[in-house]
């Protein structure tokens, strides 16, 4: 990222726009994302950054005295903070007693969710959730992320297995992220990772372009994410598709293709993972 770009963002950063906003306009601008010259993820980091300058250093204090006073009343109470080298919080993580109970009960599937911002600081919020055997959301741990880079994906998984004691989780469920990916090859070797295939049709819906009004194509789509029974229907499901609606040269559903291990429900037999496919077919 060039150093007038920088400046660019940091002036519509002043002015009161959101970090997609100014990427928006600078994609408008320049005409289209690939005329930007970075990526949104490049923008979106970049923006954090900013904005973990202005963090007043009584609200991170603040913030780790509440800690402390938790963990006063809850001794099993576990908590990191990471600085930047300018001494500001740069990540935080916390577990109660509780989470780490039902994270040695229910912690075979793991959910990693960064959608979720914060708006003061615009802080990554990243739960750690599983499922209870009452089909229940639980929550294992939360963490606040400034940025989406490998590295802050390693520190904030090194604390999870730290905090629960080293235990893997089965199978991992994230959305489509490479430096997650990388985190997790990391940090949890023996884990299955697998793409939350709700994350995974909500972005494919932006893919189909005129496709989303064909039934048919739908149909197909949603049959090789989670209907199909053997490897061998899944594939020659997926070789009809691509032929029938001429997708062989499509860049997305090519890449779609390559990571099919991380989320075909036929191909996750031999392993648990709670049966985590939820989406909704829009």
């Avoid at 609200?59 to 990471?82: A, C, M």
Wanted: charged fraction near 25%.
């Amino acid at each position: 990222m060039t150093e007038p770009k920088k400046e660019a963002i940091e002036a519509m950063s002043e002015c009161g726009l959101r970090p997609m906003e100014s990427y928006r306009y600078m994609s408008t601008e320049t005409g289209g994302d690939d005329c930007v010259g970075h990526t949104m993820i490049d923008h979106l980091n970049y923006c954090y950054k900013l904005k973990m300058k202005q963090i007043d250093g009584k609200d991170s204090q603040t913030l780790v005295n509440k800690l402390y006073g938790i963990q006063s009343i809850d001794p099993e109470f576990f908590f990191r903070v990471r600085l930047n080298a300018e001494g500001k919080v740069e990540c935080l993580f916390w577990r109660d007693s509780m989470m780490r109970e039902d994270y040695k009960i229910y912690g075979d599937v793991l959910v990693f969710d960064t959608t979720f911002r914060t708006n003061k600081y615009n802080l990554i919020c990243a739960p750690f959730v599983g499922i209870n055997n009452h089909w229940k959301n639980t929550m294992f741990a939360c963490a606040f992320i400034g940025d989406e880079t490998t590295e802050s994906f390693v520190w904030v998984f090194e604390t999870f297995l730290k905090a629960m004691g080293g235990k893997h989780p089965i199978s991992i469920f994230t959305n489509q992220d490479a430096a997650i990916a990388a985190g997790i090859e990391q940090v949890f070797p023996s884990s299955r990772h697998r793409l939350c295939l709700w994350h995974l049709s909500k972005n494919a819906n932006s893919r189909f372009g005129l496709l989303k009004s064909d039934k048919n194509f739908k149909n197909a789509f949603y049959k090789c994410l989670s209907g199909c029974i053997t490897p061998n229907d899944f594939e020659e499901t997926w070789k009809s598709m691509i032929n029938t609606f001429k997708l062989e040269k499509d860049d997305w559903f090519n890449r779609l293709y390559g990571l099919k291990e991380k989320w075909c429900t036929a191909l996750s037999k031999d392993f648990f993972f709670c049966r985590y496919t939820f989406f909704t077919k829009e």
